[in-house]
Structure formats: C-alpha cells, structure tokens
C-alpha cells in the first residue's frame, strides 16, 4: 500500500495497523494489561461479514481463535453508536468478554497533522482529469 501511495505523492501514516493509528502508545500500556482483542464500531457491524462470510468460521473456528484473548476491547469514539445487541452477538459468537473503551481521536488527528506539515515540504503536483 505504501508504494502505491508514495507512487503517486502521497504518504502513509507510520503505524502497524488501524488500532495503532487510533491509539498510539496507549495500545503498548493496553496490551501490557492482558491479550486484547481489538474491535472498532465498524467492525461490529461487519464481523458475520468478516468472520462467518469472509473466513467461513463457524462457531468452534471463532472460538478456537478468539480463545487466545483475554478479552475485546471496543473502540468507542463516539461516532457511531454501539448496540448492546451486537456487543451481545459478537460475545455469543467468540465468548470473549466485550468491554468498552471510550477514546478520543487525538493521536489521529495529530498523526494526520505530521502528515499535512511535512507534505508542505514536498514539491506541488496536480492531477490532470479528462
């Protein structure tokens, strides 16, 4: 995904994944505390798509998987509402406890701050369309 951005003058955030876009070093002090896995809003409601559709888990596959983690942690920023239903389904699925953690965006937006102050220093290019 990098080359491709940087092919066409973009950069990447330098993170590992999402989780860690998201949370920056609060995920090392979260991780530190038990084997946490990570669900977003949006992920709640695609998991049967991710899971069960994606992968093919049935029941035994997802907790033969999930069986790993002492928990799931459920990144609440606050935008989209999380149903107690689904946070129920997801549990009835992998039965891993589900807890949720309300975060704010910050390490994101100035993640994506860094990105914007040093692509000032980059050379100007346009996109020509049609």
């Known amino acids: 995904m990098e080359r491709m ?21 609060r995920l090392a002090e979260l991780d530190a505390g038990g084997r946490n896995f990570y669900l977003t809003a949006g992920w709640l409601e ?3 798509r991710i899971f069960i559709e994606g992968l093919k888990w049935d029941e035994i596959d997802a907790r033969q998987n999930f069986g790993y983690f002492d928990r799931t942690l459920l990144l ?3 935008i989209i509402p999380v149903d107690d239903e689904k946070i129920l389904e997801f549990f009835d699925y992998t039965q891993v406890p589900v807890e949720i953690l309300p ?27 049609g």
Request: contains cysteine; glycine residues 12%; charged residues 35%.
């Open 5 to 25: 951005v940087t092919r066409r003058g973009g950069r990447v955030i330098r993170a590992k994944n999402c989780i860690e876009m998201l949370l920056g070093e």
């Open 46 to 48: 695609n998991w049967r």
């Open 76 to 78: 609440d920023a606050g």
């Open 103 to 129: 975060i704010d965006l910050e390490h994101f937006r100035r993640e994506v701050e860094k990105l914007l102050e040093e692509g000032k220093s980059l050379p100007a290019f346009g996109i020509r369309c």
